[in-house]
């Protein structure tokens, strides 16, 4: 399958998942053993961002910054921080502080930002993850970023869906919101292709390399702010979690030995 062909193919399997997401938290969202099934797939999910950050995106940017940058900067885990801490500036910093001065001027009623909150987050966060799959020129490296990315949208999806659901948003709303949601690590591969097809030659390399290592950053942000730290903080199923987790993160290792 050429490479373009493979890009297109997972475009359409990226919004179908997030459906398949949406639709799975509306009909259990009464669930108990619904909820364990989302918590199990998002430690799944964490330890495969890990892994995938990790083992496979910053060793690959590294080796493309070394063919064009030639000093012992560590650039990528460098970027790879800069993504990590732009998720949490948005997060904790700037959305938070937004939140607090609307809180404070509107004296009626409060109003629930949480989930528009959690959908900025992860919208940010799919296009950057995005354009390091359309910017990649390579198919296994593209492999193993379509895999974390499929592994974690409906989970994505769910846990969205589960918080305007909370929130008292209507089923309307959340449907116009989750289409929205699909679309933006289809927007990323988009916005991605068309840079990788504008540049060439070194310059291409370091684009590669500079999204690649950024989307490292987001992914082992995501994996530990967003899931590992959220689903640890209740005792149930702790062990069972963590074994999720382990075979996430097993499964990015065996990748990086067989492709």
């Keep these: 399958?050429?490479?373009?062909?493979?890009?297109?193919?997972?475009?359409?399997?990226?919004?179908?998942?997030?459906?398949i997401g949406a639709y799975l938290?509306?009909?259990?969202?009464?669930?108990?053993?619904?909820?364990?099934?989302?918590?199990?797939?998002?430690t799944f999910s964490a330890g495969i961002f890990l892994g995938a950050g990790l083992i496979h995106?910053?060793?690959?940017?590294?080796?493309?910054?070394?063919?064009?940058?030639?000093?012992?900067?560590?650039?990528?885990?460098?970027?790879?921080?800069?993504?990590?801490?732009?998720?949490?500036?948005?997060?904790?910093v700037f959305i938070v502080k937004s939140e607090h001065s609307s809180q404070v001027n509107t004296k009626k009623e409060k109003?629930?930002?949480?989930?528009?909150?959690?959908?900025?987050?992860?919208?940010?966060?799919?296009?950057?993850?995005?354009?390091?799959l359309g910017t990649e020129n390579q198919m296994t490296q593209s492999i193993i970023i379509a895999i974390a990315v499929l592994a974690h949208k409906g989970s994505a999806s769910f846990a969205l869906?589960?918080?305007m659901i909370k929130s008292n948003l209507?089923?309307?709303?959340?449907?116009?919101?989750?289409?929205?949601?699909?679309?933006?690590?289809?927007?990323?591969?988009?916005?991605?292709?068309?840079?990788?097809?504008?540049?060439?030659?070194?310059?291409?390399?370091?684009?590669?390399?500079f999204f690649d290592a950024l989307a490292a950053g987001t992914f082992i942000y995501i994996a530990i702010m967003e899931i590992?730290?959220?689903e640890f903080v209740e005792s149930k199923h702790n062990l069972l979690k963590f074994t999720m987790s382990s075979l996430g993160l097993l499964?990015?290792?065996?990748?990086?030995?067989?492709l």
Excluded: C, R
């Excluded at 373009?4 to 359409?12: A, G, N």
């Excluded at 679309?183 to 390399?205: D, E, Y």
């Design 1 to 19: 399958m050429h490479l373009l062909e493979f890009k297109i193919l997972i475009v359409f399997f990226i919004i179908i998942i997030a459906q």
């Design 25 to 42: 938290a509306l009909k259990t969202k009464k669930s108990k053993q619904g909820k364990l099934y989302l918590s199990l797939g998002n």
């Design 57 to 92: 995106m910053l060793p690959d940017a590294t080796e493309e910054f070394s063919t064009v940058i030639k000093n012992d900067f560590p650039f990528s885990p460098f970027i790879a921080t800069l993504g990590f801490l732009l998720i949490l500036f948005i997060e904790k």
């Design 111 to 132: 109003t629930t930002f949480s989930p528009y909150i959690l959908l900025f987050i992860l919208s940010i966060h799919s296009i950057i993850v995005g354009i390091a």
């Design 161 to 163: 869906v589960v918080d």
């Design 170 to 209: 209507n089923n309307t709303l959340i449907i116009k919101l989750i289409i929205f949601f699909s679309f933006m690590t289809p927007l990323g591969i988009l916005l991605g292709a068309l840079i990788s097809n504008v540049l060439s030659g070194s310059v291409a390399n370091l684009t590669i390399a």
């Design 228 to 230: 590992l730290n959220e």
């Design 251 to 258: 499964l990015m290792a065996l990748l990086a030995v067989w």
